[in-house]
């Protein structure tokens, strides 16, 4: 059973991060993971009550306290509008309400967890944490770094117009997931619409253009079980999807190459070969949807 | 350390040790109702409202709740009543074990939102696990409430 | 009639809804010493050495015991009736350990955190043995799960422990390998069901204490109070006057709660300390070291004619009992018992079967016993052998199944009294939309929707065998006290009770107080299990209140001054048809408490020579990700014969509930163990249940029959119900993809690896 010998509600980031440099002490999240540890903890250090449990939007971004709750991502419109819902959708089947009211962004990401929905999803959008000491970062190079005694004292989502795919697979509805991808599309000069229309016949695509903008394309595959990795399309592939008529097969190939960069392994939930199935499945069904919906590229923002 | 909390209205102030979970201090407080069923927070049963929203009690510290009000369903019994007849009336309690935790998340539920699709009802209640009644008599006591509600029942508020 | 047929309330819905204090740990006194268990970390080990004696001085340990303190006789935990058929091969702490979580010390102090700390300072010190994890290698395997020479059997159930034998045994009518020889088309596939947990919401928990006879008192989540108190006389060694086991309301039993998994470790402290003591199994406990499904293996061969006239099965069980024996002699029997006679066109069958002992978690009872598992096996073999004839499942089952009226050689000859299968299928069938929707239908968006059905039965009680029985008394307002030792696991089976003892009354089913289960105060009852309650249980109030009647009328014929012959009694007044006088039900309550020498009160027993089966029919509809293998269930249909329906909201929730535990173990409630034998599957985070969004859209409608020996024609219904959900599912799934899964779970890994 968990043991904590005392509990410090911290009154400043400075002094958080003094009590966290000793190895016994620790910085309580949603305390989802830490009352299921046998841990000995001397110290717990309680960030609640510097003012990090709110969501702020300017003009650019959305800066995330560490101590919002996946239940507020979830029910926050700010966060609805940029992410065009996979923040919503990638925590909605994480155990339940109550457990969601708990968990907090801060603790999902710390911890950097192999099966974290929030991770696959954060990582699929232009988001960066800001570190106590280590300043602000990208999400992807804090993804990759080692566990410190560092503070994530803020998540900060960049609005850049874009289209954004979550998918999932689990064994029960409300489980950890089997696997997690995301799929982002956004542009490179964070400009306008490139495409003016769009031919729909049967499930194929066809993009005719217009004036050539440049995505980036982005690809997260989580769950495997390892943590989430990001795949990026490479600039050949964003053309073709950009410029040719773009036939299903295509984008199955692609995917099928996207996959085959992810490695997978075995636990409870599933074996490799399945989750390098399911990442190629998921990683097509998400590039067809973003295929599908390219032409509304920055439409969100005007929408705001 | 100390703490004083607003426990079903009522202030408290007590000296207790950090690593007390709330599941344990309401028990403690004759808050019986509250019940433990897993040791993962997977299966609701301990459901309380830290400052009226459900949170699971067995995976807060008490130390946090410090300055904060909790209510149990021994503070809600009117509401229990009221909405647990229309569950009794589908002998969709079976056991009770799991019923305190799901009537307060259903009484949450209904304070967010009064006239919920089912869907809308699945989900919110997602995590609350119940082994006898497979859920679907949960579900029609749940809707004949909420249409008793439309009807005019009395307020679900307190 | 009048309360019986009803959708009554149950009578604690008050107190359950609003959360009363009402169940074990809620009522525990605050002084208990808190009683948690060290446990074996290995699958096969001996204990070397043991050694508490720094434990205990951690401050507020009161005990700590190891194998060297307790009774060295064996037992069963099992709640049987006795002679049990489950093999005495327990102790209560045993020197030699054989599966990962057997108990190695009972720890007892006053907090929990003094005894956590004492946990970690035992050292223990083993001799770790090979073990059997595989339970196709177990039998006559060099490695001995119990080599104990005091291991004995009681009944002769086949059982040798040498063998590492808990049961074995072969039964056949007519010549089968001759009929099968004459069949034109021959089906033979092998089936496997894991062990599968009941996983009620309330673990397992049991407060124990002295009374001020010195006697113990002990308060637990059971559903076989009698059966505990008879374990608790063997496993201490004391005479059944000094025990008293009593429960109160219980958070969910299935038959996990029909073997004695947490009652004999407080029952010890307490009975050696004098002090009051309680256990509560963590969730982990009770996913790792109680009391689950048996697995079981299950070979059918079944063979028709050209024409779909079924006319023999043969069938073979492997059964793996785990560590101990309970219920392994017996559940095992239900596997071929209880499916075998589904099929009343069969001109001989087969069914043998061997029950072996492993170094895994020990089984015991959930909900269908061993039918659940035979179900699964024949109505997918069934389902199989349909498409080999070409012929629809639906039809080839109207050809086959048994009918009102028949004999059921497999079914130890009883006939069906009252059999309404041929309706339940066909209105299951007409529900789920079978004709226009069987086999399956390509959606086009990569989904296919496909249907599956299946049919069930189970019994009413274990014929001869069961006891039921029943105490009603008359009190002075005319009101009626019933005790019974039934166990209202949250069934509601006190309500359904009363309603019987209300229709025979002639009274309010409100005017019925219903109390026990209670060693000390309730008529002996062997429990809540093998779908007895209500028919056996029911019977027996029946037949008390029936007696009660009498007995209310000779008081009032007497208080008339007339014959009872001349008394016109209602339920409420009683008349003298000649003089017109009448006296009241209160009157004659009042009366029999006044210079009376005729109790107001009657017990009476039953027990049935047969165990009437309940029958059904479960279709479902699902949707299935071709390439994900994700499948969403559609709809169920559930059409149960239980005979006359007592309570209808009880019956549908019943059901309803069932079929949700059957849709878990159908598709995704797993049990898997490391090469080390320690199971994975140890918390609802692991073991994965179903969420009210995993289940689907359910509808139940009954198709009564009705029962002439059970209570106003009634039958059974708790555990028919889990019957049919895997093997329709298992169905649906091969008419979506092509391919048969035969082992549960049916995961999505293996539908969309598998169609690969």
Redesign the interface.
């Given at each position: 059973?968990l043991k904590i010998k005392q509990y410090i509600k911290a009154e400043s980031l400075a002094q958080a991060y003094e009590l966290n440099q000793k190895r016994n002490n620790r910085i309580i999240g949603g305390m989802l993971w830490l009352k299921m540890s046998n841990a000995q903890v001397q110290t717990a250090i309680d960030l609640s009550g510097l003012g990090l449990d709110r969501i702020e939007e300017t003009e650019e971004e959305c800066r995330i306290g560490c101590m919002v709750t996946l239940r507020e991502l979830e029910m926050n419109q700010s966060l609805e509008r940029l992410s065009g819902g996979i923040v919503r959708e990638s925590v909605k089947n994480i155990v339940?309400v109550q457990f969601r009211n708990l968990a907090t962004v801060g603790g999902s990401l710390f911890g950097r967890f192999g099966f974290s929905d929030v991770l696959t999803c954060f990582l699929a959008m232009d988001t960066y944490v800001e570190l106590y000491q280590g300043g602000i970062i990208p999400l992807e190079e804090f993804a990759e770094r080692k566990r410190d005694n560092d503070i994530l004292v803020k998540v900060i989502v960049k609005k850049t117009p874009g289209k954004y795919v979550y998918l999932s697979?689990r064994?029960?509805?409300?489980?950890?997931p089997?696997l997690t991808a995301a799929v982002s599309c956004v542009y490179k000069n964070g400009g306008q619409e490139p495409c003016k229309q769009r031919n729909h016949k049967s499930a194929d695509f066809e993009c005719k253009d217009k004036q050539k903008m440049g995505y980036d394309i982005k690809v997260v595959v989580g769950a495997r079980p390892a943590k989430a990795i990001c795949l990026r399309v490479s600039e050949e592939w964003s053309d073709k999807l950009e410029n040719r008529v773009c036939q299903t097969a295509e984008i199955e190939k692609l995917a099928r190459e996207l996959a085959e960069q992810v490695q997978t392994g075995t636990n409870?939930r599933?074996?490799a070969?399945?989750r390098s199935?399911?990442a190629e499945?998921l990683i097509k069904r998400g590039l067809l949807k973003i295929y599908g919906d390219i032409q509304g590229i920055g439409g969100d923002r005007h929408a705001d | 350390m100390q703490i004083s909390l607003v426990l079903n209205g009522k202030k408290i102030t007590e000296e207790i040790t950090p690593d007390l979970l709330l599941i344990d201090f309401l028990r403690n407080h004759g808050c019986?109702?509250?019940?433990r069923?897993?040791?993962?927070?997977?299966?609701g049963?301990c459901t309380v409202f830290l400052d009226k929203k459900p949170v699971l009690s067995c995976s807060v510290l008490t130390a946090r709740t410090d300055g904060h009000a909790i209510d149990?369903?021994?503070g809600l019994?009117d509401e229990?009543?009221e909405?647990?007849?229309f569950?009794?009336?589908?002998?969709?309690?079976?056991?009770?074990?799991?019923?305190?935790g799901m009537?307060m998340n259903a009484i949450a539920l209904f304070r967010e939102n009064a006239d919920p699709t089912d869907e809308e009802i699945?989900?919110y209640?997602?995590?609350?696990?119940?082994?006898?009644?497979?859920?679907?008599?949960?579900?029609r006591g749940i809707r004949a409430f909420l249409e008793y509600k439309r009807q005019g029942g009395a307020s679900c508020r307190q | 009639m009048q309360t019986v047929g009803q959708?009554i309330?149950?009578k604690?819905?008050?107190?359950?809804?609003?959360?009363?204090?009402?169940?074990t740990d809620?009522l525990a006194m605050k002084d208990c010493l808190i009683v948690k268990l060290l446990r074996s970390p290995h699958a096969n080990a001996m204990l070397k050495k043991i050694k508490t004696d720094t434990a205990k001085l951690v401050p507020g340990i009161e005990a700590i015991y190891t194998w060297e303190d307790v009774p060295k006789h064996r037992f069963t935990l099992a709640g049987q009736t006795y002679p049990e058929p489950s093999p005495y091969d327990r102790l209560i702490l045993d020197r030699h350990v054989r599966y990962v979580g057997d108990p190695v010390a009972i720890v007892a102090g006053e907090n929990?955190e003094c005894v956590?700390r004492a946990l970690k300072m035992i050292k223990a010190e083993y001799e770790v043995l090979p073990a059997v994890l595989d339970f196709h290698t177990a039998k006559d395997n060099e490695v001995l799960v119990h080599p104990e020479d005091n291991w004995k059997a009681l009944c002769p159930v086949g059982a040798d422990n040498q063998r590492n034998l808990c049961a074995e045994e072969e039964s056949h009518a007519g010549d089968v390998d001759a009929v099968l020889a004459g069949c034109d088309v021959i089906l033979e596939e092998t089936y496997h069901v894991r062990a599968a947990q009941?996983?009620?919401?309330?673990?397992f928990r049991t407060v124990c204490y002295k009374d001020a006879y010195g006697r113990l008192n002990v308060m637990s989540s059971s559903q076989i109070v009698y059966h505990v108190r008879r374990i608790l006389s063997n496993a201490l060694g004391i005479s059944k006057s000094k025990i008293r086991v009593f429960k109160p309301?219980?958070?969910?039993?299935?038959g996990a709660k029909q073997t004695a998994v947490s009652e004999i470790y407080p029952a010890f402290v307490t009975w050696m300390t004098g002090k009051p003591s309680k256990i509560i199994f963590?969730?982990?406990e009770t996913q790792t070291a109680s009391s689950p499904r048996h697995e079981m293996e299950i070979t059918v061969k079944l063979g028709a004619d050209s024409e779909g006239n079924i006319q023999a099965i043969n069938m073979y069980t492997l059964s793996n009992t785990g560590a101990y024996g309970e219920h392994g002699p017996t559940t095992v029997g239900l596997s071929g018992h209880k499916s075998i006679p589904l099929y009343g066109s069969l001109k001989a069958h087969r069914f043998s079967y061997d029950v072996v002992y492993t170094n895994q978690m020990s089984a015991g009872a959930y909900r269908g016993y061993g039918a659940t598992q035979g179900i699964f096996a024949l109505e997918s073999a069934v389902n199989e052998l349909a498409e080999r004839l070409h012929m629809d499942p639906v039809e080839l089952r109207m050809k086959n199944m048994v009918r009102e009226g028949q004999v059921m050689p497999a079914y130890y000859g009883e006939t069906a009294n009252s059999c309404a299968l041929d309706r339940c299928l066909m209105r299951a069938a007409e529900m789920i939309g079978w004709k226009e929707k069987y086999p399956c239908r390509d959606m086009g968006d990569g989904k296919i929707r496909s249907v599956g059905i299946a049919m069930a039965m189970q019994g009413s009680c274990i014929s001869s065998v069961d006891v039921g029985s029943a105490t009603v008394k008359l009190n002075e307002d005319g009101s009626y006290m019933m005790s019974i030792a039934a166990a209202d696991?949250?069934?509601?089976c006190d309500t359904i009770l009363a309603q019987i003892a209300a229709e025979s009354l002639e009274c309010p089913v409100g005017n019925i107080a219903v109390s026990g289960a209670d060693t000390d105060t309730s008529p002996y009852d062997s429990g809540s299990y093998a779908s007895s309650t209500t028919y056996i249980t029911g019977t027996a109030v029946r037949h008390a209140c029936e007696q009660l009647r009498e007995k209310i009328c000779s008081q009032a014929a007497r208080m008339l001054e007339c014959g009872a012959e001349e008394l016109e009694y209602d339920g409420n007044v009683a008349k003298d048809v000649k003089s017109g006088k009448t006296v009241t039900l209160e009157e004659i309550g009042v009366a029999s408490m006044c210079n009376n020498v005729q109790a107001l009160q009657v017990t009476e027993s039953y027990s049935s020579p047969v165990s009437p089966p309940p029958f059904m029919a479960g279709a479902v509809e699902i949707e299935l990700d071709k390439?994900?293998g994700?499948v969403e269930i559609l709809d169920y249909a559930a059409v149960v014969d239980c005979g006359t329906v007592v309570?209808p909201?009880?019956a549908?929730?019943q059901?309803?509930?069932?079929?949700?535990?059957g849709i878990g173990m159908a598709l995704?409630e797993?049990v898997?163990y490391t090469d080390k034998g320690k199971l994975?599957?140890n918390?609802?985070?692991?073991y994965?249940?179903?969420?009210?969004?995993?289940?689907g859209?359910?509808r139940v409608e009954f198709e009564s029959s009705y029962e002439p020996t059970g209570p106003f024609g009634a039958k059974s219904i708790g555990e028919i119900v889990i019957n049919t959900p895997a093997p329709a599912i298992a169905h649906a799934i091969a008419n979506a993809t092509g391919s048969k899964f035969r082992e549960l779970p049916i995961?999505?890994?293996k539908i969309?690896?598998g169609a690969?």
């Open positions: 059973m339940g697979h064994n029960t509805k409300t489980d950890f089997v409870m599933a074996g070969a399945y199935h399911l499945v | 019986y109702s509250v019940k069923g897993c040791e993962t927070s997977n299966c049963l149990t369903l021994e019994q229990a009543k909405f647990g007849a569950i009794a009336d589908q002998g969709a309690e079976q056991c009770g074990f799991c019923n305190p009537i699945k989900e209640l997602a995590g609350n696990l119940c082994r006898c009644s497979g859920y679907e008599g949960q579900l | 959708p309330r149950k604690d819905a008050e107190a359950l809804v609003t959360g009363k204090p009402v169940f809620d929990e956590d009941q996983t009620m919401m309330e673990t309301r219980i958070g969910g039993g299935f963590t969730r982990e696991m949250g069934t509601g390439e994900t994700q309570n909201n009880l549908r929730v059901t309803e509930g069932a079929l949700a535990q995704y797993n898997q994975l599957n918390s609802l985070m692991q994965k249940i179903p969420s009210r969004l995993d289940v859209r359910l995961t999505s890994e969309a690896m690969r």
